[in-house]
């Protein structure tokens, strides 16, 4: 409980949360599970992407992370444009004036230190970049919590990416090569560690046990053009992609096998849309999951996963249900490698039907020893979460740090 002469603490969560992103969701449920759990006096409040989803769903007032609502909409008329340039201007002074009311600033995961995906720097990394300056003129604490990091070539992105990381109060990453990446652009990384991802501290529920007979195959599915340096080869890059993943399931529904389609964004629809009408078959079907919970009871039910999206593959992972990884960055084999599992791993610009066919059917042939390591692992990842959660207290709570743990996930 909190003292009656003292005030609560003031707590934001910041990103493009409630956006339709289930991997971006699933950090911030893990971030306010730790927060109720171990600060159930704090005030808590967002600025982010989707506002209206956020308080719907998590029961937190939000305010909408950009003044101009067209911000991620692409700008060719003057109005447009004009529109986009202004909000830039007054969004300086919305970020001051919501940092300011607050004690604490929590950006929970996500990849906000990468360009694995197109960006450009007047997007997010520009938003990003206010939010720790604010920060840092007005004394709230910005605290960065194992998020994703990756060298950038762009040299305005990596600017204000290098900028946000020294600016803000607390760093933390979700694997080494993250922070590897931002001491190579110029942070001292010194005294920032490593933690696994945040989702990895969400609850999970048990795999289904084997049946002996060859049963369902998860296959979690993105909308991928490659990254910010492949705009010029990003159709070819999402043909192959696509025209691979169809081979695949076609030779799996031929064999008689489920197929159970999986997404992670919103903008996915359109794949999974291309699919069941590339291969036309009952065995093929598609969930509509709201949330990394969906997501895990549906892994969780299958012998096997493949998937693209770093939160499908971190949910197959969590239920320990055996998973290849169509990698798309190198975020993706590291976690891969830190689970145990860094064989099972095949290129998602590159994808080879037959190479793929052929590491999922070795991962099949192993797939009660690639369980059982997972289940050592995930008690790993799961009892360093609550480890960063109890440093994450004491640095931004000192006033009322708990000497216990946070309680683990199951």
């Known amino acids: 409980m909190t003292p009656k002469d003292e005030t609560p603490a003031r707590v934001g969560v910041f990103g493009l949360l409630g956006s ?30 989707g506002p209206e989803a956020v308080t719907a769903r998590f029961g937190i007032p939000a305010t909408r992370l950009h003044w101009y609502r067209g911000e991620y909409r692409t700008a060719s008329r003057a109005a447009a444009i004009a529109g986009k340039g202004v909000g830039k201007l007054v969004d300086v002074y919305r970020t001051a004036a919501w940092v300011r009311r607050h004690d604490v600033v929590i950006v929970p995961g996500m990849g906000v230190l990468e360009a694995t995906l197109p960006l450009r720097p007047w997007g997010f990394p520009y938003s990003l970049f206010l939010l720790c300056a604010s920060g840092r003129l007005l004394g709230t604490r910005v605290a960065l919590v194992s998020v994703g990091a990756a060298r950038i070539k762009s040299r305005p992105t990596r600017a204000l990416v290098r900028w946000s990381a020294r600016l803000a109060a607390h760093r933390s990453y979700r694997d080494a090569q993250s922070r590897d990446a931002m001491r190579a652009m110029g942070v001292d990384t010194a005294r920032d560690e490593v933690y696994p991802d945040l989702a990895f501290f969400l609850p999970a529920p048990r795999a289904s046990e084997p049946t002996g007979t060859r049963g369902t195959v998860c296959l979690g599915v993105m909308d991928f053009h490659g990254g910010n340096d492949d705009r010029a080869r990003a159709e070819e890059i999402y043909r192959r992609y696509l025209d691979g993943t169809i081979t695949f399931v076609r030779t799996l529904v031929a064999e008689g096998r489920p197929v159970r389609l999986l997404t992670g964004d919103e903008c996915d629809l359109s794949v999974v849309e291309a699919i069941l009408d590339a291969v036309d078959s009952p065995l093929v079907t598609a969930a509509e999951p709201a949330s990394l919970a969906d997501l895990m009871h549906e892994m969780a039910a299958a012998d096997t996963v493949v998937a693209v999206r770093y939160h499908n593959l971190i949910c197959a992972l969590k239920t320990g249900t055996p998973v290849l990884a169509l990698s798309y960055a190198a975020k993706s084999e590291a976690l891969m490698e830190r689970m145990g599992v860094g064989a099972y791993c095949h290129p998602a610009r590159e994808v080879d039907a037959d190479r793929l066919l052929e590491q999922f059917r070795e991962l099949e042939k192993h797939a009660a020893e690639v369980r059982q390591t997972l289940a050592e692992r995930n008690r790993v990842a799961t009892d360093q979460l609550a480890q960063q959660f109890t440093a994450l207290t004491t640095t931004l709570f000192p006033a009322n740090s708990h000497a216990h743990a946070p309680r683990k996930a199951r």
């Open 20 to 49: 339709g992103n289930l991997g971006n969701d699933g950090s911030l449920e893990a971030v306010l599970r730790y927060l109720r759990a171990e600060h159930p006096e704090a005030v808590v409040d967002a600025l982010c992407g």
